[in-house]
Structure formats: structure tokens, C-alpha cells
């Protein structure tokens, strides 16, 4: 619940990821914690490139909650910047 917390605090921190107005539908979700670990969901579209969401997102989640050590894609096929790959993984 604690990684919960702080993805929606994160997207409040990192709004121009999130911007409706201009179309931006994007969502950080959490898929499961395995220990030190936080496996992360992109689906919709950003304002900036994928593997540039999930970067800023890990680097938040970690300095927010120094006991992760690391967060990775759920699938490494979400981090292609394709419109039509955005919600197909």
C-alpha cells in the first residue's frame, strides 16, 4: 500500500507525464512487489517517451521508499512508443 501511495503521489509530482487536456491518457500501474522489487504496468499514452516514464517513475518509487532497489517493466513491450502497442501488453 505504501507503493500505492507513492505512485499517485508521483503522478501529482510528475504531472506533465499526465496532462488529459492535450490527450496524454497514460497510467503507471503497480503489477506486484517481489521483495526489493516493484514489477510496473504503462498502459495509454504519455507526453514523454515510455522507458523515460518508468525511469522517473523507479527513481521517485526508490528515493521515496529507500528498501526498493529496483523497478522494472512488467513487459519490456510496453516501453515502445508505438501508438498502437500502448494497451496491447
Not at 26 to 41: A, M, T, W, Y
Amino acid at each position: 500500500e505504501n507503493v500505492q501511495k507513492a505512485l499517485l503521489d508521483a503522478r501529482v509530482e510528475l504531472d506533465t507525464m499526465f496532462d488529459e487536456s492535450i490527450g496524454m491518457t497514460g497510467s503507471v500501474e503497480l503489477v506486484e512487489i517481489d521483495g526489493p522489487e516493484v514489477v510496473l504496468r504503462l498502459r495509454g499514452r504519455f507526453w514523454h517517451k515510455r522507458a523515460d516514464v518508468l525511469a522517473r517513475h523507479a527513481n521517485y518509487l526508490m528515493t521515496v521508499i529507500p528498501e526498493i532497489i529496483d523497478v522494472v517493466i512488467e513487459n519490456e513491450r510496453q516501453l515502445s512508443d508505438d501508438p498502437e502497442m500502448f494497451d496491447k501488453y
